[in-house]
């Protein structure tokens, strides 16, 4: 394999942990690498291991393999050969099942659903098929995972109930179809503009069955889409045990395994959706590794793991001038305020490092922008949370400098099984 990164170590346990390196090249073309005993010397001069089992790490990517080998003697005028073929490192897919709700119900005499009537006041684009959402939504989570999550829908549900009330009111009445129309139907939805809206999470989840089919393992986690002003958060989380994921916990769940619930608003677009699945990992990452504390922090060497991917230019550069790491949901490598995807300033970033994750060597950074990203369907947004969400470890085995797993995808579908492996392996 063209350009993959061979490592040569004196242990396997210097190997394991990445240090100590006594010389690292990339393969050609041909996928050949070759090594000196000249080389040995000039790189390591105090290194006196010039013959005996070596220990190697091979990389690019998702390509792995760890293997020994034994060199001959360098003083004299001879070779070895050796082949190594690299395997798949990506972690086995985990299957999630999903329940899916559409609050979009038909409003008659019209015979046409919301998404059909209704523009926002001062716009004129059309809502979004939340049905054709939902399956796009699915395929790029699949997508830029790596395809290590496998997303199934298991039910949908074309809803009449809708779980939406009026912040202003004590007794929490569910808002009627015809209500909503109503309110949606106002010039500058004065109402739900000036009231608020809130959503009644234990109602929805009670009503379909959700928490009962949570805790048989029928589905893992719940996706809604619903209306503008629908009142949801765009994620939550109920459960023994249940942690902020963008929002409160839930305090009286109905169901003791963790259920996640997107809510996802089809006013918005595809890359709205996976900003909301984005703040989701975020939320979860933090419950892993702790909460971001760049301030507080003078040396590169006191980052989480966590602290130093989610580090762009304006949080990096008092660790290393003029670098970045990957980014958060809002700012990309060279943001420099929220939202700033379409940045066409470069910065030297360690983008590739987490594509061989976990060998973050640290040498490697290269210059991006926005064309990194892209702007498919004529979205820097779209680009980049595709981008940041494709750059988030997914890969089999544990760190062992933190001792977390290489999945992080799998803390986010099916945290508490993650927490059980990280312990056990």
């Not at 004129?124 to 829908?153: A, C, H, M, R």
């Not at 994750?357 to 980049?384: C, D, F, H, I, K």
Request: glycine residues 6%; negative net charge.
């Amino acid at each position: 394999m063209e350009g993959a990164t061979v490592e040569i170590y004196s242990s396997a346990e210097d190997r394991d942990h990445g240090r100590n390196i006594i010389i690292s090249k990339k393969t050609d073309a041909k996928g050949i690498v070759r090594f000196t005993g000249n080389e040995f010397n000039k790189n390591n001069q105090t290194f006196e291991k010039i013959n005996g089992v070596y220990y190697l790490n091979v990389f690019k990517h998702n390509m792995r393999q760890q293997a020994e080998t034994e060199f001959l003697d360098f003083t004299k005028d001879k070779k070895t050969d050796q082949s190594i073929y690299l395997e798949n490192a990506n972690a086995e897919t985990i299957t999630v099942k999903v329940a899916v709700v559409y609050e979009n119900p038909v409003l008659l005499p019209q015979n046409k659903r919301l998404h059909e009537l209704f523009i926002t006041p001062g716009y004129s684009f059309k809502w979004n098929d939340p049905v054709e959402l939902s399956q796009n939504y699915e395929k790029t989570l699949e997508e830029v995972s790596g395809y290590t999550i496998d997303y199934q829908i298991v039910k949908e549900i074309d809803a009449g109930q809708l779980f939406t009330y009026l912040k202003n009111d004590p007794e929490k009445r569910l808002l009627s179809v015809d209500e909503v129309a109503k309110y949606l139907g106002e010039e500058n939805w004065e109402t739900f503009k000036e009231i608020g809206t809130s959503y009644d999470y234990n109602a929805m989840v009670a009503h379909y069955g959700f928490d009962k089919m949570r805790d048989k393992g029928e589905i893992h986690e719940v996706w809604v889409w619903t209306f503008p002003y629908g009142g949801m958060w765009e994620s939550h989380m109920m459960g023994k045990d249940a942690f902020w994921i963008n929002s409160p916990p839930n305090e009286n769940p109905t169901c003791t395994e963790l259920l996640s619930i997107m809510g996802l608003n089809y006013e918005r677009d595809l890359a709205c959706a996976l900003e909301s699945y984005g703040h989701r990992f975020e939320s979860t990452m933090m419950q892993v590794y702790g909460w971001w504390n760049y301030d507080n922090k003078t040396s590169l060497s006191q980052l989480s793991t966590w602290e130093k991917y989610s580090a762009y230019g304006l949080r990096y550069d008092k660790f290393e001038k003029g670098k970045a790491q990957i980014g958060n949901v809002h700012f990309p490598p060279n943001g420099q305020q929220d939202y700033d995807f379409g940045n066409e300033t470069y910065i030297l970033s360690y983008v590739d490092d987490w594509l061989n994750y976990p060998y973050l060597r640290g040498n490697e950074a290269r210059s991006v922008n926005r064309t990194e990203w892209g702007n498919p369907q004529g979205s820097w947004q779209l680009g980049w949370m595709k981008y940041y969400l494709s750059h988030m470890p997914r890969y089999k085995g544990i760190n062992p400098n933190d001792g977390k797993l290489n999945n992080w995808w799998h803390y986010v579908v099916d945290y508490n099984n993650a927490i059980k492996k990280q312990t056990l392996d």
